[in-house]
C-alpha cells in the first residue's frame, strides 16, 4: 500500500467522522501486521522496533509457543509465535518475515509476524468493540477492539484486530499458559 | 543554577565524611576508655581525632549549606564547634556525652536518606540546640530557631535522646550506588578505546585499499592482510574487559566499615565488651557481590555478638585473596555452635526424626571438634524453618540468618564453611569463599544434534569416548564402566526432548562429558565437542526460568545465542 492510498483512507475515516462531530478527533497510530492473511495491529507506542527474522535459538523443554531466543544488539530476545499462542492452524504456505520487538515488565520479546504493512493513523473514534466471532478465537482480554476502515467510495472495507501486545506478554500470563501446556503433556 | 544536579555529589560526600566521622568517634571513644582506666594514652593522638572530626563536620556544614539544608548544616555547624572545643580543652567529653554525639551523626544519615527519598531534610533544630546547650558552644543560629525554654519544654525529645537507640541502621543493607575508579584505570580505557579506533581505522584502510586496487583481489592476500588486525582486535577486546571489569571492582572496606560502629551499638546493647579487628580490606571484589555483601556479613557479625560471645571476646572480619576466588572470614572466640542443642532444637520441631538425630548426636559426640558437617548443617544449620524461629534460636545458639547467608553464597555460586569449635576454648568460624567476578564462566562448547550448548567447566571432571559394547542396561538407565567405576550414562537428547534425525548408534564409540555434582557423577552424551570459551553468562528471562536444564544463556562471537546447560541438575 503506498502513501497516497493510505492518506486516503485516513482522509476517508477523518471526513466520514466529522459529519457527525464536528470537534477534533484524537488519532493514534498504530502498525498493521499481517497473519495467515488477517490483519492485527498494535498501538504503535506498544512496540519498540521491527526486524527481519534473525536465526532464533529454540529453547528445549519450553512452552510450543517460546519459538526461542536470539541476540539483538547484545539482548537476549525471547521470541514469541502468536498462532501457537492462540492454537491457530496455519494456511500459509509462506513463512514469516518479519518480528516485532517490544518490551513488556523489563523482559524484551519477539513476536513472529508474517509481514509489517504499514503504519496507520486512525481516529479513535473507529475502533470498535471487537464482534463475539473475533473474541471467541483470542481470548476478549487480549483484543483492545477491531479498527473499521472504509475506502473513499464507502465500499471496500477493513477490519483490523486490534491486539494488546502488554496484556498478551504479561509474565503473569505466558507463565500460567506455560505451566498449563506442561502440564497437559 | 539547578542545583539538584550536585545532589548526588552532594549526598556521596556527606556519606563518606559521615563514615570518617563515625570511624573517628570510634577510636576517640576508646582512647577516652584507655584514658579513664588510668592507661597511658598518646594525647597527640587523642587531639589528632578531634582535628580530623572537627574537618569533617566542617566540610558537611559547608556543603549542606552550599546545597541549602539549612538543618543539617546547624547541627554540623554545631558539632564542628564542638569538636573545636573539646580538642582545646574548653568543653569536656564524657563516655556519656560521646554518645549524644554519636546519636547525632544517626540523625545527619537519616536526614541524608530523607534527602535521597524525599528531598527533604530531617528536623534537626531541636537536636543541635540540645548538643549546643550540652557543651556549652556559641555557634551562631544560622536560621531563627525555636528559643531554648521551649527545648526544655520539649521532653520527649529529651526522653528519646536520653535512652540510647540500638536499632540496626538500615544503611547496612544499602546498595553502593557509586564506585570510585582510579584515574590510573580510567585512563588504561581511554587508552584501550583509542587503539580501537586506530585499529578500525586500519580494517577500513585495508578494505579500501582492496576495493580500489582490484589486482590486489587475491583471497590469500586479503586473508594475510587481515589476520593481524583481527588478532590484535582480539587483544584489545580482551584487555578492555579485564579494565571494564577491573573498574568495577570496589575494595571490601567499603562495606566492612560500617561493622564497628554496628558492633560498638550491640555490645552496648547487650552490656558485652567486644572488640572488631578488620584484615584485608583493600581486597577487591566485583561491586555486585560486595553490594550483596552486605546482608549476611551483617547476620554472621550479629550472631557472634548475640551468641558467640558471652561477655567479652574479639570477632575477627578478614578478607582475603585465594587462587581463584575471595575468601570472607568471620571467626569469634566466642561459645561455639552448639551442635547437640541444634539436634534437639530440630527434633522438637520435627524437622528431623529420632533416628537421624541420635545418628548426628553420636556423630557429634565421636567428634567433638566436629570439623565440617555437611549433612548437618544442610538439615540444621541453614534450615530457615530453625532458623527464623526466636525460641529456637535461643537454644541452638545460633541465630536468624545462617539460612540468609546459605541463600547468598549459593545464588552467587560460592560456598560456605563452619568450624566449630575452632580450638578447645571453642569459638566459631565462617568461611565464605566467593567467586571475584559474576559474570564471565569457563565453558565447554558442545553440539547435540545441530544444537551448539555450553556446559560449564566448573561441573566438568573430562570428556571420554566409550566403546558402545561397554555400555550395558540397567534398569532402562545406561551404564558404562569408566576407570573401573560404573557410571550412568544420560541421554541428553532423550532430556532435552531434541528429536532424533540422524541416529548415530551405528557408530562404534560415544562421546560423554563426565560431570559429577558432591559424589556422584554421570556422563551427557554429546554428538560433538567444539571447544572451550570464556563467556559473558546472562540469565534466563523470567518467562523461561520454567526450562528445566538451563542456567542461564550467551551470546557467542558470531552472534549466535546459546544456552548453558545446569549439567549438575540432570543429576
Redesign the interface.
Known amino acids: 500500500m503506498n502513501d497516497e492510498n493510505i492518506q486516503n483512507i485516513i482522509h476517508s475515516v477523518s471526513t466520514n467522522n466529522n459529519k457527525n462531530n464536528k470537534e477534533i478527533i484524537e488519532q493514534i497510530q498504530i502498525v498493521v501486521f499481517e497473519l495467515d492473511n488477517e490483519e492485527y495491529a498494535l498501538k504503535i507506542n506498544d512496540l519498540r522496533e521491527i526486524i527481519n527474522i534473525p536465526?532464533i535459538?529454540?529453547?528445549?523443554?519450553?512452552?510450543e509457543f517460546?519459538r526461542g531466543?536470539?541476540?539483538l544488539r547484545?539482548k537476549?530476545i525471547?521470541t514469541v509465535d502468536l498462532e501457537k499462542r492462540f492454537n491457530f492452524s496455519r494456511n500459509n504456505k509462506l513463512s514469516p518475515k518479519h518480528i516485532i520487538i517490544t518490551e513488556v515488565e523489563n523482559?524484551?520479546f519477539g513476536v513472529v509476524v508474517d509481514r509489517v504493512k504499514e503504519v496507520l493513523h486512525v481516529p479513535v473514534t473507529n475502533i470498535k468493540t471487537a464482534p463475539e466471532l473475533i473474541s471467541n478465537k483470542i481470548h476478549a482480554e487480549y483484543i483492545d477492539g477491531v479498527v473499521v476502515l472504509e475506502g473513499k467510495d464507502g465500499t471496500s472495507s477493513r477490519i483490523i484486530i486490534m491486539l494488546n501486545l502488554m496484556k498478551l506478554l504479561s509474565?503473569k500470563d505466558?507463565?500460567t499458559l506455560?505451566?498449563v501446556i506442561?502440564a497437559n503433556n | 543554577m539547578d542545583i539538584n544536579k550536585f545532589k548526588d555529589i552532594f549526598i556521596s560526600e556527606v556519606e563518606d565524611n559521615l563514615q570518617k566521622i563515625n570511624e573517628n568517634l570510634l577510636l576517640g571513644e576508646k582512647l577516652l576508655k584507655q584514658k579513664q582506666a588510668g592507661d597511658q594514652v598518646d594525647e597527640k593522638k587523642y587531639r589528632e581525632v578531634f582535628d580530623s572530626l572537627m574537618r569533617s563536620a566542617h566540610t558537611l556544614k559547608s556543603s549542606s549549606a552550599t546545597m541549602g539544608y539549612t538543618k543539617m548544616a546547624f547541627l554540623t555547624h554545631v558539632l564542628e564547634d564542638v569538636f573545636d572545643n573539646v580538642r582545646n580543652g574548653i568543653s569536656k567529653i564524657s563516655v556519656d556525652t560521646f554518645e549524644v554525639i554519636f546519636e547525632s551523626v544517626d540523625m545527619l544519615s537519616e536526614s541524608l536518606r530523607n534527602i535521597k527519598d524525599n528531598n527533604i531534610e530531617s528536623d534537626l533544630e531541636s537536636y543541635s540546640l540540645r548538643i549546643k546547650e550540652l557543651f556549652g558552644t556559641k555557634t551562631d543560629e544560622m536560621v531563627k530557631v525555636k528559643k531554648v525554654q521551649d527545648i526544655k519544654k520539649d521532653e520527649s525529645i529529651k526522653k528519646e535522646t536520653d535512652i540510647p537507640v540500638y536499632k540496626i541502621k538500615s544503611n547496612e543493607t544499602e546498595n553502593i550506588s557509586h564506585v570510585k575508579v582510579p584515574i590510573k584505570r580510567l585512563d588504561s580505557l581511554m587508552d584501550l578505546s583509542e587503539e580501537l579506533l586506530a585499529e578500525k581505522m586500519r580494517l577500513n584502510s585495508i578494505l579500501d585499499s582492496k576495493i580500489e586496487n582490484s589486482s590486489f583481489l587475491n583471497k590469500e592476500d586479503i586473508l594475510s592482510s587481515l589476520k593481524p588486525a583481527v588478532e590484535h582486535l582480539n587483544l584489545l577486546i580482551s584487555n578492555l574487559q579485564y579494565s571494564v571489569m577491573q573498574s568495577r571492582l570496589v575494595p571490601a572496606g567499603q562495606i566492612f566499615a560500617r561493622f564497628p560502629r554496628m558492633i560498638r551499638d550491640l555490645a552496648n546493647k547487650s552490656n558485652k565488651e567486644i572488640d572488631l579487628i578488620i584484615t584485608g580490606e583493600d581486597i577487591e571484589m566485583d561491586r555486585s557481590i560486595i553490594d550483596k555483601l552486605a546482608e549476611p556479613l551483617g547476620h554472621l557479625l550479629r550472631n557472634a555478638v548475640d551468641h558467640g560471645i558471652q561477655e567479652k571476646g574479639i570477632i575477627r572480619l578478614e578478607a582475603k585473596h585465594s587462587k581463584d576466588h575471595a575468601s570472607i572470614i568471620i571467626e569469634d572466640n566466642g561459645f561455639g555452635i552448639r551442635w547437640k542443642e541444634l539436634v534437639n532444637a530440630a527434633l522438637k520441631r520435627e524437622i528431623i526424626n529420632a533416628e537421624k538425630s541420635n545418628e548426628y548426636l553420636s556423630s557429634i559426640e565421636m567428634n567433638p571438634q566436629s570439623i565440617w558437617q555437611p549433612i548437618l548443617e544442610k538439615d540444621l544449620l541453614y534450615n530457615p524453618r530453625l532458623s527464623t524461629n526466636d525460641s529456637v534460636t535461643e537454644t541452638s545458639g545460633r541465630g536468624v540468618g545462617t539460612s540468609v547467608i546459605k541463600e547468598f553464597v549459593d545464588q552467587i555460586g560460592g560456598d560456605i564453611e563452619v568450624v566449630s569449635p575452632v580450638n578447645n576454648n571453642g569459638g566459631t568460624r565462617f568461611t565464605l569463599n566467593l567467586p571475584l567476578t559474576l559474570a564471565i564462566i569457563k565453558v565447554l562448547l558442545v553440539k547435540i544434534n545441530n544444537s551448539t550448548f555450553a556446559i560449564p567447566f566448573s561441573s566438568i571432571i573430562r570428556s571420554v569416548y566409550i566403546d558402545n559394547s561397554d555400555i550395558k542396561s540397567v534398569a532402562e538407565t545406561d551404564m558404562a564402566v569408566i576407570d573401573g567405576n560404573d557410571i550412568p550414562l544420560i541421554s541428553l537428547k532423550k532430556i532435552l526432548s531434541i528429536s532424533v534425525e540422524n541416529s548415530n548408534t551405528q557408530d562404534k564409540k560415544r562421546l560423554a562429558v563426565l560431570i559429577e555434582k558432591g559424589n556422584e557423577t554421570a556422563g551427557l552424551i554429546i554428538d560433538k565437542l567444539i571447544g572451550e570459551e570464556e563467556i559473558i553468562v546472562r540469565p534466563l528471562p523470567s518467562v523461561l526460568k520454567g526450562a528445566k536444564g538451563f542456567s542461564g544463556s550467551t551470546i557467542l562471537g558470531d552472534g549466535d545465542t546459546i544456552l548453558i546447560l545446569d549439567a549438575t541438575s540432570f543429576l
Do not use: E, R, Y
Open positions: 536465526n535459538t529454540p529453547i528445549p523443554n519450553s512452552p517460546i531466543i536470539f541476540n547484545g537476549i525471547v523482559n524484551d509474565d505466558l507463565l506455560g505451566s506442561k
